[in-house]
């Protein structure tokens, strides 16, 4: 999967940065290695991790860890679990809106709070929190996903956009990604 994101900091600003995630499934649907490379605009390395099994390695902190609970199944599209839920929770909103010519529904889940509650690194206090879903009415594919906060005053940020690209099968990934799964040593 190929994505980009944008991260709005604390001071106003953005980061941007270009994102891989490469999966091995086994033919369960776990997940058995897995890699995530995120780069600047300019191609520096802002993030470098590999998991083998239960065991995944930070190669930009250098840290590493063993969490069973990183084994999980593959997950192409979370398309069925946000209608589900859609259906059932009335804290969901949905929209349909047109973007370039292409169609698409937004699913909005949404949390309120009150009292407003605080929330690190923001110095204002949440008063409402929105994980919002843009997904293709004609493909069906995740467009963009959205975390949108609002504070006590009415302003809002849009603290993180990730726009997603690109999803296939390949049968051989970049050597880059195989150097990294044969470092890691479960």
């Given amino acids: 999967m190929v994505y980009e994101n944008e991260e709005s900091n604390v001071n106003g600003g953005l980061t941007r940065t270009f994102g891989e995630t490469w999966q091995y499934t086994e033919s369960d649907g ?3 290695k897995q890699v995530w490379i995120e780069k600047t605009p300019d191609e520096a390395i802002r993030q470098k991790i590999a998991r083998v099994g239960k065991t995944e390695v930070n190669f930009t902190t250098g840290t590493a860890a063993e ?12 398309l069925p679990d946000l209608i589900l839920q859609s259906i059932l929770d009335k804290n969901v909103l949905r929209e349909a809106k047109n973007v370039d010519g292409e169609p698409y529904q937004i699913i909005t889940l949404q949390e309120r709070h009150d009292p407003a509650i605080e929330v690190t690194p923001f110095t204002k206090r949440v008063t409402l929190d929105q994980y919002k879903t843009w997904i293709n009415q004609e493909t069906g594919f995740i467009w963009m996903t959205q975390i949108i906060y609002q504070f006590e005053d009415g302003s809002e940020l849009i603290n993180q956009t990730m726009r997603y690209s690109t999803m296939e099968r390949i049968n051989q990934p970049p050597q880059e990604v195989l150097d990294l799964l044969k470092e890691v040593l479960p």
């Fill in 67 to 78: 969490n069973a609970s990183l084994q999980t199944k593959a997950q192409i599209n979370n």
């Fill in 30 to 32: 776990t997940i058995s």
